[in-house]
């Protein structure tokens, strides 16, 4: 597993990104792909996950606000960040389960101004 993220940076409050992640590792056995943030002083919390059959979990501060997309083939989990909020700003972790095992990416960094 290796993965690559790309697409954080700097919005005002409502505006829009898209965080991109593609794992260059093997593409068999990927269970869940997802994304994670970390806030400074606060743990690391769940933003959004889908299965390998396309089932989704989001975090509750970012319902119907965030969208999770996975692509098989390409072996990447996208997530659109819209109306977003200064407490949206993280530090995002790409996300992937395989064989029980986690793995994260280097991390993309998201800062919402008001």
């Known amino acids: 597993v290796h993965l690559v993220e790309s697409g954080g940076g700097l919005v005002r409050a409502g505006g829009s990104l898209t965080l991109s992640c593609r794992n260059y590792?093997?593409?068999?056995?990927?269970?869940?792909m997802g994304w994670y943030r970390e806030a400074p002083g606060k743990q690391r919390e769940l933003v959004a996950t889908?299965?390998?059959?396309?089932?989704?979990k989001y975090g509750d501060s970012v319902k119907d606000r965030f969208t999770i997309s996975r692509d098989n083939p390409k072996n990447s989990v996208d997530l659109q960040l819209n109306s977003l909020k200064p407490e949206d700003t993280a530090v995002y972790y790409c996300?992937?389960?395989?064989?029980?095992?986690?793995?994260w990416g280097q991390g993309t960094q998201v800062t919402v101004s008001s």
């Open positions: 996300y992937v389960q395989k064989y029980g095992l986690d793995y």
């Open positions: 889908v299965s390998s059959g396309g089932n989704t």
């Open positions: 590792g093997s593409i068999f056995d990927v269970d869940a």
